[in-house]
């Protein structure tokens, strides 16, 4: 369980899981867009919707893991800092979660079907259902370059913590 003072094990391990899969995600669609379709790129684009889906699956133990320690984590700290922090993370959650949402909103509505690691989640439909699919078109990219620029601001908090202010919240996390 995690502390007033520090995250715990299952908390640190979910943090830097998910930290390893952001990167991995990032990685693939840089190189997709910086390289084209190439080789390289195929590698991780082929593994972009089942690792996608064990992002989703971490975040949903995440949540539900932060929420079973609610009260019992180290705090954000007091005055605009804090408040920044909280909203900085609410932030964090809430694009975190809306990412993979939208990215099944749009594998549930379209007509190839879903089945990462050969284990059919959503079979192949006949119809498109075009809404789901716009919408996890429109959005799911757009928010997860969001996420990347709120996971940049989230590093740079951290070392700003670690580095100027000096005040152990990166210690708190490394564990």
């Known amino acids: 369980m995690d502390t007033t003072q520090a995250y715990g094990r299952i908390s640190r391990i979910l943090h830097w899981g998910l930290a390893a899969l952001f ?5 693939g669609m840089a190189v ?3 390289l084209g379709r ?9 593994l972009h919707q089942p690792v996608g889906l064990a992002i989703f699956a971490l975040i949903a133990l995440r949540v539900l893991w932060a929420l079973l320690n609610r009260g019992h984590r180290p705090g954000h700290g007091a005055g605009a800092l804090g408040l ?11 694009v975190m979660v809306a990412v993979p949402l ?8 379209n ?4 089945a990462p690691w050969g284990f059919e989640i959503f079979a192949p439909r006949a119809q498109e259902i ?3 699919v716009n919408l996890g078109n429109a959005a799911h990219g757009l928010l997860a370059w969001t996420l990347a620029a709120l996971i940049a601001g989230h590093i740079v908090m951290a070392l700003l913590h670690h580095f100027v202010l000096r005040d152990g919240l990166l210690r708190r996390m490394i564990g």
Do not use: D, E, I
């Open 23 to 27: 990167l991995w995600q990032f990685l």
């Open 32 to 34: 997709k867009l910086v």
């Open 38 to 46: 190439v080789p390289l790129s195929g590698f991780f684009v082929g």
């Open 84 to 94: 920044a922090a909280r909203l900085g993370h609410l932030t964090l959650y809430t």
């Open 102 to 109: 939208l990215a099944l909103l749009r594998a549930f509505g």
């Open 111 to 114: 007509t190839r079907g879903f």
């Open 130 to 132: 075009a809404w789901m």
